[in-house]
């Protein structure tokens, strides 16, 4: 994506984040010697990124401190999957949207994202009954 969250210091979609991860997410994370249940949230069958203090669990009040090894969400953003266009599109509450181009290598990335995040999360409910 754009280094415009940088250049502006923009830290909006670091905030009270319901960023959805997946098992490659939690495993390169791990990986980086922090335990899950730190940075897990767990909510109907989905995994997602803990807040602390109202921002990601990584964001230490100046940028993200695992930025280079972030969730592929947070990669892709501000390209989101728009559950009821069943579509792509760039987040309107991106405060810089102006800045991102809704490529087809990113739509095409966010759509395999999609799709194995949901399969994932589909496998953990499927487990619980």
């Known amino acids: 994506m754009s280094s415009c969250c940088r250049e502006y ?3 909006h979609c670091c905030k009270a984040t319901h960023m959805p991860l997946s098992y490659d997410d939690v495993d390169r994370i791990s990986g980086l010697g922090y335990a899950s249940h730190f940075f897990v949230r767990r909510s109907r069958g989905w ?3 803990r ?3 109202g921002k990601c669990v990584f964001h230490d009040g100046t940028g993200c401190i ?3 090894h972030r ?5 892709l ?3 989101i999957f728009d559950k009821e266009f069943d579509s792509a599109v760039v ?3 991106c405060l810089h949207l102006d800045c991102f181009i809704l490529s087809d290598d990113c739509v095409q990335k966010l759509y395999l994202l999609v799709s194995k995040i949901e399969h994932e999360r589909d496998e953990r409910v499927k487990k619980k009954r």
Do not use: M
């Not at 969730?71 to 990669?75: L, V």
């Open 9 to 11: 210091e923009c830290i």
């Open 47 to 49: 995994l997602q990124l």
């Open 51 to 53: 807040n602390r203090k």
């Open 66 to 68: 695992i930025y280079e």
């Open 71 to 75: 969730p592929e969400g947070c990669q």
């Open 77 to 79: 953003y501000p390209v």
């Open 91 to 93: 987040d309107d509450e």
